[in-house]
């Protein structure tokens, strides 16, 4: 089965700043995808950032990066200038790749950003 | 445009009376999710369905129940529900087997057992 860890409950950012929410997982698979979903105070849950496990390189969308470290089983996500609208609760995210049968999402117990002037 | 849409957002029932939520979507995805999130927790998995095929997860207790008539619609039934059952139900949708696949959440249903 696979593990997805959070280590940080909480933590707050200016606004401006960069701040990285960490992530690490386990499993045995070696076809796999790992997200970090948002789900601000309205809740729905919003898709922040996707990483495929055979992509050695680092996904980006705008002011949100992911360093994945593979070998270490680590996938944080960075926020770089932060805004009050990212103010949000962000969960880490690991689903099997094709295994012949529907994968489903495993979340770590999620990362609650509060970004402050 | 919403994708995946919950009905309905607010819903309150009483303690042991069967309650029924709905989830449906527009992106015709073959899978479809039902999470159930307590308060400042992550999302816990209840079932999903791979087209018709039910997938029901180990400790989902025999009270939750699902049903899905059609690709594009997908219902929670709480057989009787208890306070512990209060909680945001959360549908998601995946297109399987599909590159660059992903989870698409509705906003959830907020149950209330009173």
């Known amino acids: 089965a696979q593990t997805v860890t959070q280590s940080q409950p909480e933590m707050s950012v200016q606004e401006a700043e960069t701040v990285t929410l960490s992530c690490t997982y386990d499993t045995s698979e070696s076809n796999y995808y790992l997200f970090w979903y948002k789900q601000p105070p309205s809740r729905q849950m919003i898709l922040v950032i996707r990483q495929e496990a055979y992509k050695q390189q680092n996904a980006t969308e705008n002011r949100f990066s992911v360093n994945f470290q593979k070998a270490a089983k680590s996938f944080s996500l960075k926020i770089s200038d932060s805004q009050l609208g990212d103010t949000a609760m962000y969960f880490c995210?690991?689903?099997?790749?094709?295994?012949?049968?529907?994968?489903?999402?495993?979340f770590g117990t999620g990362t609650r950003l509060q970004v402050t002037l | 445009d919403a994708m995946v849409i919950q009905n309905p957002r607010y819903q309150v029932t009483q303690f042991g009376k069967p309650v029924t939520l709905s989830c449906s979507q527009t992106?015709?995805?073959?899978?479809m999710y039902w999470y159930q999130q307590k308060s400042s927790q992550a999302p816990k998995l209840l079932f999903h369905?791979?087209?018709?095929?039910?997938?029901n997860e180990a400790d989902t207790p025999d009270n939750f129940q699902s049903r899905r008539p059609n690709t594009s619609f997908c219902f929670l039934d709480i057989r009787s529900p208890g306070l512990g059952d209060a909680a945001m139900y959360l549908c998601a949708t995946s297109a399987f087997r599909v590159r660059d696949t992903e989870a698409f959440f509705g906003q959830g249903t907020r149950l209330t057992v009173v």
């Open positions: 995210a690991f689903m099997k790749g094709d295994t012949g049968t529907a994968s489903k999402l495993t």
């Open positions: 369905y791979y087209d018709k095929d039910f997938n």
């Open positions: 992106l015709n995805h073959n899978v």
